[in-house]
């Protein structure tokens, strides 16, 4: 079964309970291909760096001062990106202003995707890696059955030297995806977490941003979440998921207060909202203000990454004409986007 049947029915799962979440692939093989051709690399090619040899190496990027920025990061992810930038930039033409985080889907088994995190980078914005681990299983990565792999990811990150964001297995808390609750234990999720970022340290790959990602805690409210923690050492941000429904909350305090208050109980890291958009529809203008204004007031939480896809629903800012005015008017806010080159 291909990780984007998983994903589809792992997603109709959250439909079904009344969640409405959507974290799914951005990105296919075929449009990979077409991009490596478009640079004229072979498909399927390992994108290497420099290959004279007697250059002396770069040092390694230092990703601190992107990990709690003066302003805002102002995120998205979009059809085709970063392996084509179009939709971003379409994107960027509604909402009035450039998004500085981009955010692309990655299964286990893929090779580090250096060609989209360069063009995400030429563009002006931090590429954001949601890594799913299909395929595998969280005590396999945790025994080391899997280091081989990981290692091989690392060093590509450390050869290419741009900072990254890299979410590890989100949502774990919940129950639709096969490292969630239904198969997974908090345990084997901690182990699995620490033993990629301690293989990532061996290699030197010190670029990467690490990402904590779980889902907001209304579908599942008896999952606590400090069990999931990995620790403060393994951790840069705390990327919360949850959109804005028909149902359910509608205000950023009862989407997201909850989990971010059951956060603030075990660590003071960063948060960013890690996937979000709202469900076409009456209240979706309200919502777009609602994530505006709610991460504007919080000094704690640096941004957030909009879901710009017609997908199970039609959460681009585009489904309605209010709604897109409404996003352009916030997105004026002077505190949302800055320069990630010159952070």
């Known amino acids: 079964m291909s990780s984007s049947v998983r994903r589809v029915r792992a997603l109709a799962a959250v439909l ?47 990703v601190r001062p992107l990990l709690e920025p003066e302003k805002k990061y102002l995120g998205v992810a979009a059809d085709g990106a970063p392996a084509r930038m179009g939709a971003v930039e379409d994107f960027a033409g509604r909402a009035g202003k450039k998004p500085n985080l981009v955010e692309f889907y990655s299964a286990w088994g893929d ?33 080391g059955k899997e280091d081989a792999y990981i290692r091989e990811y690392a060093q590509s990150v450390r050869e290419l030297n741009l900072p990254v964001a890299l979410s590890f297995a989100h949502e774990m808390n919940g129950f639709w995806y096969p490292w969630g ?15 990629i970022h301690d293989l990532f340290g061996e290699e030197g790959a010190t670029q990467v941003i690490w990402v904590w990602s779980p889902n907001v805690t209304h579908p599942m409210p008896k999952v606590k979440l400090e069990p999931y923690w990995p620790g403060d050492d393994y951790v840069d941000w705390v990327g919360v998921v949850g959109y804005y429904a028909d149902t359910g909350p509608s205000t950023y305090q009862s989407l997201y207060g909850p989990t971010m208050a059951q956060i603030r109980g075990f660590t003071r890291k960063p948060l960013i909202i890690a996937e979000t958009a709202a469900q076409a529809g009456e209240r979706k203008p309200a919502a777009i203000r609602s994530l505006f204004r709610g991460t504007a007031e919080r000094d704690d939480v640096i941004g957030f990454v909009w879901f710009n896809f017609d997908k199970e629903t039609d959460w681009r800012i585009e489904s309605g004409p209010l709604s897109e005015k409404t996003f352009k008017q916030e997105a004026a806010d002077p505190r949302f986007g800055f320069d990630v080159t010159k952070p």
């Not at 490596?36 to 390992?46: K, T």
């Not at 360069?118 to 914005?125: C, E, T």
Request: hydrophobic share 35%; net charge negative.
């Open 16 to 62: 079904v309970a009344g969640a409405l979440l959507a974290g799914c692939s951005t990105f296919s093989e075929e449009g990979r291909d077409q991009y490596e051709r478009s640079r004229g690399a072979q498909p399927g090619a390992v994108d290497g760096g420099d290959s004279g040899g007697s250059a002396k190496p770069e040092p390694p990027y230092d």
């Open 111 to 143: 090779r580090y995707e250096q060609a989209l995190v360069r063009n995400s980078w030429d563009y002006g914005a931090l590429a954001f890696i949601a890594w799913e681990p299909f395929g595998t299983s969280m005590k396999d990565i945790a025994s």
């Open 181 to 195: 609750t239904e198969r997974t234990s908090a345990a084997d999720f901690t182990a699995a977490y620490q033993h």
